[in-house]
């Protein structure tokens, strides 16, 4: 099941530069997106999520933007700090009278580093 | 701020034996759902729960697996006869209408 790709398993990035995560997808019937970050021995945190009428949403120094045509989206964490790094997943989702199921990508873990 | 919280955070269990997983979800929530990730892979979505019973459920969740939420606060997922291949990190989440879901901090599940 290769519906949600993360082709990065990992990146490295210095501190106050942008990290650029990247993730595709190819069922067309997903309309909502969502990154999640993850911390070892924690569970996934929620971080910014994206609904498929939008090309953009921002939150402080986080920014999602989604390439429907493409079908892919990525996230931008500007300035990167420290404490930002961790495995960030991609998630993808139908809503269905409500209820989400989540399709997971295989997660990119970020390095910041001093 | 609210949290799912998950009991027990590890659980090791003999293979053949039954296990009952906890989770209690963020409490003005309506969507229950249950994810495992076996370790080095992706997180799987297991089942959702909405109004006291299952809205849907993945091929995983065979009829080995059952889930309840038995008094209004906890969310159950119980395993009747563990396999080896059970081992995984089950993770509760929990949400209200179209928003994002909440993860607890998951229940390592080691099987022997």
């Known amino acids: 099941d290769q519906q949600v790709k993360q082709n990065s398993p990992s990146l490295s990035v210095q501190e106050g530069r942008i990290s650029i995560l990247n993730c595709d997808y190819t069922?067309?019937?997903?309309?909502?997106f969502l990154w999640y970050k993850k911390y070892p021995a924690e569970g996934p945190t929620f971080l910014i999520s994206?609904?498929?009428?939008?090309d953009k949403n921002e939150d402080g120094r986080f920014t999602v933007f989604l390439n429907k045509s493409a079908k892919h989206l990525s996230l931008h964490i500007v300035p990167s700090q420290p404490g930002d790094s961790a495995v960030y997943f991609c998630?993808?989702?139908?809503?269905?009278?409500?209820?989400?199921?989540?399709?997971f990508g295989q997660g990119t873990r970020l390095t910041i580093n001093p | 701020e609210p949290e799912v919280t998950q009991t027990p955070s590890h659980q090791v269990t003999q293979m053949g034996q039954e296990v009952i997983l906890r989770c209690v979800p963020i409490?003005?929530?309506?969507?229950f759902y249950w994810y495992r990730q076996i370790l080095g892979q992706k997180v799987e979505f297991l089942v959702s729960?909405?109004?006291?019973?299952?809205?849907?459920k993945s091929e995983i969740f065979d009829d080995q697996f059952s889930v309840e939420r038995p008094d209004g606060s906890n969310f159950t997922l119980k395993i009747r006869s563990t396999k080896l291949e059970d081992s995984a990190m089950y993770f509760c989440?929990?949400?209200?209408?179209?928003?994002?879901?909440?993860f607890g901090d998951g229940t390592r599940l080691s099987i022997l």
């Open positions: 989440a929990s949400t209200g209408f179209n928003q994002p879901q909440h």
């Open positions: 069922n067309s019937m997903f309309d909502y």
């Open positions: 994206i609904s498929s009428i939008k």
């Open positions: 998630a993808a989702s139908a809503i269905i009278q409500g209820a989400q199921k989540l399709v």
């Open positions: 409490s003005n929530h309506l969507y």
């Open positions: 729960f909405y109004n006291n019973e299952i809205s849907e």
